[in-house]
Structures are given as C-alpha cells and as structure tokens.
C-alpha cells in the first residue's frame, strides 16, 4: 500500500526534493565542466613570467629581429609582454599598454619578422614542454595580432628600424 501511495505521488510530480539536496551535485557537475583557462593551465604567473623572461631573451639575441629593439626599453617591454600574455590566456590581469597597432607603429615589421619571432616563441614553448594543446591555444591567440604589428609584406628579415619610430617612454623606476 505504501509502495502504491509513493508511486502515484511521483506520477503526479508530487514528490518535492529539497533544492539544497539537488544545489550541491548540479554545483560539482557544473565545476567539473567548466574547463582550466589557458593561464592557469600554463601554469598562472610563476609560469607566464618564466616563458617571457626566456623569450625575451631568445628576441633579443635573435639577429634576424633584434635590430627593430635598439631604442626600446626592455623592462617596459618584459613587464608589458607579460600582462597582455596573461590578459590574453584569460589570466587576472589588465594590459594597460599600447594597443598592438601604436605600439609597432614606423616599426617597419615584416612577415618574415613576424615569422622569425613566433619562432622564438615556440623554442621557448617547446623548451619549458608546454603541451601541443596550450601551446596551439597560445599561437592561435597571438597569430591573428599579425596585421596589426607588420606594415611590409616581405619576407626579408633583420630590416633596420627606421628613423621615424619613436620608443615608448622607458618603465618608471
Ligand atoms: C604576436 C606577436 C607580438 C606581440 C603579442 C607583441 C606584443 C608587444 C607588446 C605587448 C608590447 C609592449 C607595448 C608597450 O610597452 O606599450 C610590444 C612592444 C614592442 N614590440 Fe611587439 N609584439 C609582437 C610582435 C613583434 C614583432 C614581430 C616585433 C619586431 C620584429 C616586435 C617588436 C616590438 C618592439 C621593438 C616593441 C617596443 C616598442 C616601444 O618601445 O615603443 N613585436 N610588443
């Protein structure tokens, strides 16, 4: 008799189960779900910063891109790479920065150039064993930036940097 009262009582929806009981499940499922940002699978700050720092490194020695660094000061550019990479793998950061475009502005940047420098990059990706997975998601982030920071189609490298580009101002101390 039991048994037939209670199952009529689910025919009819009449069985309420208490919303706390179903919160914390549907909570876990939803979490479980929602996937790592790209940041926090690169590993979040510690991580960020080691990759720049490297290839920062691998840019500045790199002769087929390094003369277009001359005037520039590097620890407005490390410390500004560094935002707008973990701004851009959805890290809690706000890049605060030249846009892309004023930044490489008279910079005289050429594909090859580009080229040459997203290599650097994934010697350093590859260096610090960032999965095949991060390190696409990375590039198909920072790729599409191209026509933005390259004004010659070319694809000669090591072009001077020409006298109208003008630095940005040099970090605070
Ligand atoms: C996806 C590729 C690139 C990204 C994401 C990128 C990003 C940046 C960022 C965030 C800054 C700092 C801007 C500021 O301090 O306000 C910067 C500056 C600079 N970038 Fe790039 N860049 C890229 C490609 C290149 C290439 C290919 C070159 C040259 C071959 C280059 C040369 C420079 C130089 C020289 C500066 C310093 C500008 C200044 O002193 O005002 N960048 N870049």
Redesign the pocket.
């Given at each position: 008799m039991r048994k037939l009262i209670l199952t009529s009582m689910l025919a009819l929806g009449m069985v309420v189960v208490p919303a706390t009981a179903m919160a914390k499940p549907m909570k876990h499922a939803a979490h479980a779900m929602k996937e790592k940002t790209l940041y926090e699978r690169l590993g979040g700050a510690p991580a960020v910063s080691a990759v720049i720092d490297d290839f920062a490194g691998r840019v500045l020695a790199d002769t087929r891109?390094n003369a277009?660094?001359a005037?520039?000061?590097p620890t407005?550019?490390v410390a500004?790479?560094k935002t707008?990479v973990t701004q851009a793998t959805g890290g809690p950061k706000v890049?605060k920065?030249?846009s892309?475009a004023a930044?490489?502005h008279n910079?005289g940047?050429t594909d090859a150039?580009?080229g040459?420098?997203?290599e650097d990059l994934v010697a350093t990706l590859d260096k610090f064993n960032v999965p095949a997975k991060e390190k696409g998601e990375l590039l198909a982030a920072?790729?599409p930036?191209?026509p933005q920071?390259?004004s010659v189609h070319s694809n000669e490298t090591g072009g001077a940097l020409p006298a109208s580009f003008?630095?940005?101002p040099a970090a605070k101390k």
């Open positions: 891109i277009k660094f005037k520039s000061d407005r550019l500004n790479l707008f890049y920065g030249q892309m930044a490489h910079m940047v150039e580009f040459a420098l997203v920072l790729g930036l191209g920071i390259v003008k630095p940005a």
